[in-house]
């Protein structure tokens, strides 16, 4: 019988080739064929089995796949991650993300690639524990008194990361390694010296044995991972850097130990002037113990690449001061609930997010915006987690607490971020995918070639030349050079406000020629006052007021809030409203009082045609041409009055679109305000193009539009009308300060929410680029050379061979030089 199911979480064929082999090993199934692109299974199987045993298959598995009856929604509950021992996350990836955004729960080996799966890092609060200074023996789950001699517990250091306990570990093998290795190299170089003194000890043949019982330690449990790796790679067929060094260095071993064992098998070419057989101990272990300590290298450069993360993590504070019935009392920040009071001195980091309401200060919040400059915040100003206070102590009510805070946020996005694949990667994947078989079709006929044509001895020469292919060659440095740049190069963005949500935004956005730009919130300040209330009608201006504050109680837009604030201002009475409805890019409408209330532009009025006096008309334009703000106000279906809005442009506006445009970059603002508004907003930024009263899908059309005509456009913007365009856009920019709905559809979130932020944005995108193909080039260049190098082309001319424990080291070194060269991206200037 053949059953169809859904497979959730497979992103590449790597994925799916994994989950075929996982469902295969389930009893009772005789045959699985897994399509990527459908994300189905579909499995055949003599007797029925129920789907639980599939689902446990790939639960044990550690990897993020989900199975479940074909037609069901593929968004099932997330089950409750296992965390592994110690203080980490659960969450672990792969450096070179061989399986796109998966993630595994438990640390170990990437599936395809054999490389040590790296763990994310976020906010754990399990991880606060408290200790004492006296006592260390002491552990407490939150603040207090040391129950032995009273001393205030203090926070107990981030425990020890998967990370940093795989670095250790290598650092032990590696040590081990060079124990063994180094007199095992001392007595092989000890044949070259004439009248060597320690054959007066032993024979040559017994030496050759000593280097074997040392080269077991090395061989057997330093190094033996390699081996796993290999092995894994060839069964799973997902051929890697692990299967040359494990093929390479594994043939040599084995080659030495069946030499001394039956050395009469050899030809004469293999044999020393005495009849012993080359053995190749010390070219194995230190092949294996140099690229140990790429390995090593590789581990403690891949802790550094994640160091804006790491740095984001220090600004979560241990323990917060809750305020409760008049008195202080210091409690662990996971025990921090919404509406709590908290007290925030001096010098404190802010432990979540909420608002001020007793006291002010000035606050640091350069570590998140990228602004070194302290904010001076004031009652019911809004305070985020991870920032600074000033010289002045303040209440604070808990808003926003755990993973709802800014700063949770901006750590998961980075995370979520540093694993997507950027487009270049896709020639890389192309090129890797070939790259292993044709090393070994090299290796084999570079043996070929030298036992026919090479010098004598032709078959040593053939075998350790065919060996130095394997071993230079390194698929890592192609896999990791995307990768790593993107890792770095969005946590810097990350520390300077710029919040990047994949790695196909920040190769977008280098080829960016044109950006479209609204003008509340992301032009102004999007802090909109109410400057007066006007009325042509017999009706009170404070009746008027009162009804289009009513009205704009339950509209999310900011000019709303700001006729909300200003009714209250005025002490007027805010009543219920009845049939309230938001006209998209128009208005509202409701009926207020019995009378039906309308408020919005002249669109509005048309739609419900309503006219528009001559009078008020012109005096309406006469404050649009002033660059204000200005909407129609009508009673039952007859226009008497408006409402003037001012909304000052933001100080950095002028100098980013300057900036931009010196870049290339055409600027266009897209507005739903009216024309002599935009025209004025237009002539103080210095302008070309804008177009006025646009309706969401005005903004979306054009820039559709200006995709057909090959634009790669930009959209920045802060509200619910701007969602479509931004999705629509090459490039979503929303500003951290609008609303939840457009950062959802942006790419990319700008903390701050200034133009400023793009002219980052743009910078880091296109050092992120450079430096991503700087890594390219230096990993086919390194690879397209290296290989023929060891090959022994140079050696017809030159006379040049390449030992393979020099290739070791040039490979080892590989990798590791891509790494470095991503971390330079920590320094870029935005």
């Given at each position: 019988?053949?059953?169809?199911?859904?497979?959730?979480?497979?992103?590449?064929?790597?994925?799916?080739?994994?989950?075929?082999?996982?469902?295969?090993?389930?009893?009772?199934?005789?045959?699985?064929?897994?399509?990527?692109?459908?994300?189905?299974?579909?499995?055949?199987?003599?007797?029925?089995?129920?789907?639980?045993?599939?689902?446990?298959?790939?639960?044990?598995?550690?990897?993020?796949?989900?199975?479940?009856?074909?037609?069901?929604?593929?968004?099932?509950?997330?089950?409750?991650?296992?965390?592994?021992?110690?203080?980490?996350t659960g969450t672990f990836y792969c450096p070179m993300h061989c399986e796109g955004e998966k993630t595994y729960n438990k640390a170990g080996d990437c599936k395809v690639c054999g490389m040590d799966l790296i763990e994310e890092r976020s906010i754990s609060s399990s991880s606060n524990q408290f200790t004492c200074p006296m006592h260390p023996e002491v552990l407490k789950d939150e603040p207090g008194a040391c129950p032995i001699c009273g001393m205030d517990?203090?926070?107990?250091?981030?425990?020890?990361?998967?990370?940093?306990?795989?670095?250790?570990?290598?650092?032990?093998?590696?040590?081990?390694?060079?124990?063994?290795?180094?007199?095992?190299?001392?007595?092989?170089?000890?044949?070259?010296?004439?009248?060597?003194?320690?054959?007066?000890?032993?024979?040559?043949?017994?030496?050759?044995?000593?280097?074997?019982?040392?080269?077991?330690?090395?061989?057997?449990?330093?190094?033996?991972?390699?081996?796993k790796r290999a092995w894994t790679s060839l069964k799973t067929m997902n051929l890697n850097m692990f299967t040359l060094i494990g093929i390479g260095s594994g043939i040599a071993w084995i080659f030495s130990v069946f030499a001394m064992l039956f050395p009469e098998v050899f030809p004469a070419d293999f044999k020393t002037a005495d009849g012993n057989v080359f053995v190749y101990f010390e070219a194995t272990?230190?092949?294996?113990?140099?690229?140990?300590?790429?390995?090593?290298?590789?581990?403690?450069?891949?802790?550094?690449?994640?160091?804006?993360?790491?740095?984001?993590?220090?600004?979560?504070?241990?323990?917060?001061t809750l305020v409760t019935d008049g008195e202080d009392k210091v409690i662990a920040i996971d025990k921090i609930e919404k509406g709590n009071l908290l007290r925030v001195k001096p010098g404190e980091k802010i432990p979540v997010d909420g608002s001020i309401v007793e006291g002010h200060s000035s606050i640091d919040e350069s570590m998140i915006t990228g602004e070194p400059i302290p904010v001076d915040k004031n009652i019911d100003d809004n305070v985020s987690s991870g920032t600074i206070n000033g010289t002045k102590s303040f209440v604070m009510k808990a808003e926003k607490v755990g993973s709802e805070t800014l700063l949770s946020q901006i750590i998961h996005m980075v995370n979520t971020a540093s694993r997507s694949k950027a487009p270049i990667q896709k020639l890389a994947d192309r090129i890797a995918k070939y790259f292993?078989?044709?090393?070994?079709?090299?290796?084999?006929?570079?043996?070929?070639?030298?036992?026919?044509?090479?010098?004598?001895?032709?078959?040593?020469?053939?075998?350790?030349?065919?060996?130095?292919?394997?071993?230079?060659?390194?698929?890592?440095?192609?896999?990791?050079?995307?990768?790593?740049?993107?890792?770095?190069g969005v946590g810097r963005g990350a520390q300077s406000g710029v919040l990047i949500k994949n790695a196909e935004a920040l190769e977008k956005m280098n080829k960016v020629d044109t950006l479209i730009v609204d003008k509340t919130g992301t032009i102004t300040e999007g802090k909109?006052?109410?400057?007066?209330?006007?009325?042509?009608?017999?009706?009170?201006?404070?009746?008027?007021?009162?009804?289009?504050?009513?009205?704009?109680?339950?509209?999310?837009?900011p000019l709303a809030e700001a006729i909300v604030n200003y009714g209250k201002s005025k002490n007027v009475l805010i009543t219920k409203v009845d049939d309230f409805e938001a006209v998209a890019g128009k208005g509202v409408i409701g009926t207020v009082e019995n009378k039906k209330i309308a408020l919005g532009n002249a669109k509005l009025l048309e739609q419900f045609a309503i006219d528009i006096s001559e009078s008020l008309a012109s005096k309406v334009k006469a404050e649009q041409e002033h660059g204000k703000t200005v909407s129609y106000i009508t009673v039952d279906n007859e226009a008497v009055g408006y409402v003037t809005i001012f909304d000052a442009i933001k100080a950095t506006s002028l100098k980013a679109i300057k900036e931009l445009q010196d870049n290339g970059v055409e600027v266009i603002m897209?507005?739903?305000?009216?024309?002599?508004?935009?025209?004025?907003?237009?002539?103080?930024?210095?302008?070309?193009?804008?177009?006025?009263?646009?309706?969401?899908?005005?903004?979306?059309?054009?820039?559709?539009?200006?995709?057909?005509e090959g634009r790669v456009v930009a959209m920045a913007?802060?509200?619910?009308?701007?969602?479509?365009?931004?999705?629509?856009?090459?490039?979503?920019?929303?500003?951290?300060?609008?609303?939840?709905?457009?950062?959802?559809?942006?790419?990319?979130?700008?903390?701050?929410?200034?133009?400023?932020?793009?002219?980052?944005?743009?910078?880091?995108?296109?050092?992120?680029?450079?430096?991503?193909?700087?890594?390219?080039?230096?990993?086919?260049?390194?690879?397209?050379?290296?290989?023929?190098?060891?090959?022994?082309?140079?050696?017809?001319?030159?006379?040049?061979?390449?030992?393979?424990?020099?290739?070791?080291?040039?490979?080892s070194f590989s990798s590791v030089s891509v790494i470095v060269n991503a971390l330079r991206l920590r320094n870029i200037k935005l």
């Open positions: 019988m053949k059953h169809t199911y859904h497979i959730h979480g497979m992103t590449c064929n790597g994925c799916r080739g994994h989950v075929e082999e996982i469902l295969s090993k389930v009893e009772g199934v005789s045959k699985v064929e897994v399509n990527l692109e459908k994300a189905e299974a579909i499995l055949e199987m003599e007797v029925h089995i129920a789907i639980e045993k599939f689902q446990e298959a790939l639960k044990d598995d550690g990897a993020s796949y989900s199975i479940h009856k074909s037609g069901e929604h593929p968004l099932i509950k997330e089950e409750k991650k296992e965390k592994p021992k110690g203080k980490g517990l203090i926070p107990l250091e981030a425990g020890t990361s998967e990370e940093d306990k795989t670095y250790k570990k290598l650092l032990k093998k590696f040590w081990i390694a060079v124990a063994f290795t180094v007199p095992i190299f001392l007595l092989a170089m000890s044949e070259m010296i004439e009248n060597n003194p320690l054959y007066d000890i032993l024979a040559q043949k017994n030496w050759n044995w000593v280097q074997f019982v040392l080269s077991i330690p090395v061989v057997f449990f330093a190094t033996w991972m390699f081996f272990t230190v092949i294996l113990t140099l690229v140990l300590l790429g390995q090593l290298l590789e581990a403690r450069a891949h802790s550094q690449t994640s160091g804006a993360i790491k740095e984001l993590l220090k600004l979560v504070p241990a323990t917060a292993v078989p044709t090393v070994f079709l090299v290796s084999v006929i570079t043996f070929i070639v030298w036992a026919l044509f090479g010098p004598e001895p032709a078959y040593v020469f053939a075998f350790v030349n065919a060996i130095a292919v394997l071993i230079i060659a390194c698929p890592c440095a192609l896999g990791l050079a995307t990768p790593m740049s993107v890792m770095v909109p006052s109410v400057e007066k209330v006007i009325s042509v009608n017999e009706i009170e201006e404070n009746s008027l007021l009162k009804y289009i504050a009513s009205l704009n109680q339950y509209s999310e837009h897209l507005t739903g305000d009216n024309k002599n508004t935009a025209k004025s907003v237009a002539e103080q930024l210095n302008l070309k193009h804008y177009k006025a009263e646009c309706l969401p899908e005005d903004k979306l059309n054009e820039i559709k539009k200006l995709q057909e913007g802060d509200g619910i009308n701007d969602a479509p365009a931004l999705a629509q856009a090459d490039v979503g920019i929303a500003m951290g300060t609008g609303t939840d709905v457009a950062i959802e559809s942006a790419s990319i979130t700008l903390v701050k929410g200034d133009l400023l932020g793009i002219v980052k944005a743009k910078k880091l995108s296109h050092g992120v680029v450079k430096n991503i193909k700087q890594n390219l080039f230096f990993a086919f260049v390194y690879n397209v050379l290296g290989v023929p190098i060891a090959a022994g082309v140079l050696y017809p001319i030159f006379g040049l061979l390449l030992s393979p424990m020099i290739a070791a080291l040039a490979m």
